[in-house]
């Protein structure tokens, strides 16, 4: 277990990564308040979007943790997951000509940055697929060693977000030399990449367990 946890701890954190580097709701709003609000903009609103995440891991730990447990659950979770993975890895790979740091969002003024940043994720649909199938199979994968194990992974998702939004206004603040529309590329299809890799693990993981209970 004690060599697992890091591994845990650095699929959460890339995958979360893959996710935070594409643009959304959550980034065009982040990367227009940061020039209003300054280089604490990102930070505070992921603040808000972790909370909500946390929230939604205790809620499917409490009152679904038995049912998730369940060997059917484990494989179709996995499967699905790996092909809401293959989805976005492609995706980010066909966008990556065409990605851009120079985003058009709404100016949204609430004063609340924690608050905007819990409900921009909310209401965005595409967050709330990808914690019902990709978040979900790694929540489930982490099950496995526990409270540690779920710990470890949440812990490397949230550091993800904050990580990438602190330096995103951080490099608004400074100026477009700190990340240049090149750099963004890069980090995009490296994580592109990962999510290929992982979406064949994902595949790989649900098929050994169902073929084992078949047996």
Not at 15 to 40: D, K, N, W, Y
Not at 149 to 176: E, K, M, N, P, Q
Request: net charge positive; hydrophobic share 55%; proline share 4%.
């Amino acid at each position: 277990m004690d060599f697992l946890l890091p591994t845990i701890f650095f699929l959460s954190f890339l995958t979360a990564l893959s996710g935070a580097v594409m643009p959304g709701p959550l980034f065009s709003v982040a990367v227009t308040e940061t020039l209003h609000r300054g280089i604490r903009t990102g930070p505070l609103m992921i603040i808000g979007h972790t909370m909500l995440e946390l929230g939604l891991v205790i809620c499917l730990l409490v009152g679904l943790a038995p049912v998730l447990t369940r060997p059917e659950i484990f494989i179709t979770i996995s499967l699905i997951g790996s092909v809401i993975l293959l989805w976005f890895g492609i995706t980010m790979f066909r966008d990556l000509p065409k990605l851009t740091l120079v985003v058009e969002a709404e100016n949204y003024r609430n004063k609340n940055l924690v608050l905007t940043g819990a409900l921009l994720s909310l209401f965005n649909p595409f967050w709330l697929l990808w914690w019902s199938t990709i978040g979900l199979g790694y929540l489930l994968q982490a099950l496995h060693y526990g409270l540690a194990g779920v710990t470890v992974f949440f812990i490397g998702h949230a550091l993800a977000d904050l990580g990438w939004y602190a330096f995103i206004s951080y490099g608004i603040c400074r100026g477009r030399h700190v990340l240049k529309d090149s750099h963004y590329k890069v980090v995009v299809g490296c994580c592109a990449a990962f999510l290929l890799a992982t979406s064949g693990w994902f595949f790989y993981n649900g098929i050994h367990k169902y073929l084992y209970i078949s047996k």
